[in-house]
């Protein structure tokens, strides 16, 4: 299927949708924009009406980075929540996400590897697609030829752990193998590929990254050097995933973009707060927008951390039963219980498999959660009901 990005346009109180693409083409070259029905736009209403859609040579930053393996499944799935996400706003600014897809953004003479971590590093969020596809080439890597999507993945976790960088977080959204038949994703964590991943040291993408971190002044980690194949897609699984066969299929697209905005929109806020409290203005040191930034997360971090004081007894509970009946480690195990307990967010919680619908909603109840939201992301663990 062949993907074509959309924009908004209003026209005489009317709703209709540009491709993306012609919009980036005039911009590039600065000429009118013919509409079907015969108008035009001038350079100056376009440059003001689509300005979050410049290209990637002039873009400061961006909200989110799609990281994803080519391949027809992967890239439909990439290219249809991109699609979407044009349709959503960021409730804090009520504008668009400002979203980098390498289809849209790179074009052909650019330096690949150079423009794709040029704009991750410059993204808040970044959005790995871990799919079956994407493993199953792992699965046979050549540690002397690099690889893109593990140059991403790389790239991601030291940017992530890095305060050089504007990544803040990572949403990984993860995807099992494609059922053509009745067109829809296995189950990612009982296909259980990402156990069998080698443990491969990835040489020649490590060495890239290096040299990635070394342009930009970021110091790496001290085991990014000796990390192999199973290690990085383990550690981004430790992130709090959204897992496709959580939902039905018909709506694979829109509640990865509800995750996706979500987690968009309280970036922003975090920012915004930054911003109206004297943080970085336009021209200032980057220095000290990330000092104002860290002051804000402290603050934050601080409010979080009384809430949990309060739900102390409740998160315990909650961590003993992830940890011991779930079997799920102490670190993952307190990380979901303050998800679940403090934030009230779903998203994070454990769906066990064979739990009825009824031991499930007393779960829920115990501990604030309305039984009617059983939108749960799917856990590696297998758990009986006979351990309740």
């Known amino acids: 299927m062949d993907c074509i990005a959309l924009v908004p346009f209003i026209d005489n109180s009317n709703n209709s949708y540009l491709?993306?693409?012609?919009?980036?083409?005039a911009l590039d070259s600065s000429t009118k924009l013919r509409l079907p029905s015969g108008a035009e736009i001038s350079v100056d209403a376009l440059q003001g009406m689509f300005a979050d859609?410049?290209?990637?040579?002039?873009?400061?930053?961006?909200?989110?980075?799609?990281?994803y393996r080519w391949?027809?499944?992967?890239?439909?799935?990439?290219?249809?929540?991109?699609?979407?996400?044009?349709?959503?706003?960021?409730?804090?600014?009520?504008?668009?996400?400002?979203?980098?897809?390498?289809?849209?953004f790179i074009k052909i003479g650019d330096n690949l590897k150079q423009a794709f971590s040029s704009a991750l590093l410059k993204s808040s969020l970044v959005i790995p697609i871990v799919s079956a596809n994407a493993l199953t080439?792992?699965?046979?890597?050549?540690?002397?030829?690099?690889?893109?999507?593990?140059?991403?993945?790389?790239?991601?976790l030291e940017a992530v752990h890095s305060k050089q960088t504007r990544v803040k977080t990572v949403l990984p959204i993860?995807?099992?193998?494609?059922?053509?038949?009745?067109?829809?994703?296995?189950?990612?964590?009982?296909?259980?590929?990402?156990?069998?991943?080698?443990?491969?040291?990835?040489?020649?993408?490590?060495?890239?990254?290096?040299?990635?971190?070394?342009e930009h002044d970021?110091?790496?980690?001290?085991?990014?050097?000796?990390?192999?194949?199973?290690?990085i897609v383990a550690e981004l699984l430790e992130f709090i995933v959204f897992n496709l066969a959580s939902v039905n299929s018909s709506q694979y697209i829109s509640e990865s973009c509800r995750q996706i905005v979500s987690k968009l929109s309280t970036l922003a806020e975090a920012e915004s707060e930054v911003r109206q409290g004297g943080g970085q203005n336009e021209g200032e040191p980057v220095e000290k927008g990330r000092a104002a930034s860290e002051a804000a997360a402290k603050e934050a971090a601080d409010r979080r951390s009384a809430k949990c004081q309060e739900c102390a007894e409740d998160i315990s509970d909650m961590k003993k039963y992830f940890n011991e009946t779930c079997g799920l480690s102490r670190a993952l195990s307190g990380r979901l219980a303050e998800k679940?307990?403090?934030?009230?967010?779903?998203?994070?919680?454990?769906?066990?498999?064979?739990?009825?619908?009824?031991?499930?909603?007393?779960?829920?109840?115990?501990?604030?959660?309305?039984?009617?939201?059983?939108?749960?992301?799917?856990?590696?663990?297998?758990?009986?009901?006979?351990?309740?």
């Open 19 to 25: 491709p993306l693409s012609r919009v980036i083409n």
């Open 71 to 104: 391949g027809k499944v992967d890239e439909d799935l990439t290219s249809n929540i991109f699609n979407r996400l044009g349709l959503h706003t960021l409730t804090s600014q009520n504008r668009q996400a400002n979203i980098f897809l390498d289809k849209v």
């Open 218 to 231: 970021i110091t790496p980690r001290p085991t990014l050097a000796s990390t192999t194949v199973a290690k």
């Open 137 to 156: 080439r792992m699965m046979t890597h050549d540690p002397q030829e690099e690889d893109n999507v593990i140059i991403e993945w790389l790239l991601t």
């Open 53 to 67: 859609w410049k290209t990637l040579s002039e873009r400061e930053v961006f909200d989110g980075f799609i990281s």
């Open 340 to 388: 679940l307990i403090v934030d009230k967010d779903l998203y994070t919680i454990i769906k066990l498999q064979t739990l009825p619908r009824d031991k499930l909603s007393l779960i829920l109840t115990e501990f604030g959660i309305s039984a009617d939201d059983r939108t749960l992301v799917l856990c590696k663990t297998h758990v009986t009901t006979t351990t309740l």
């Open 174 to 214: 993860v995807i099992g193998s494609w059922d053509a038949l009745s067109e829809t994703a296995n189950d990612f964590f009982k296909e259980k590929l990402f156990l069998k991943l080698p443990a491969t040291i990835p040489t020649a993408s490590i060495q890239r990254v290096e040299m990635i971190l070394q």
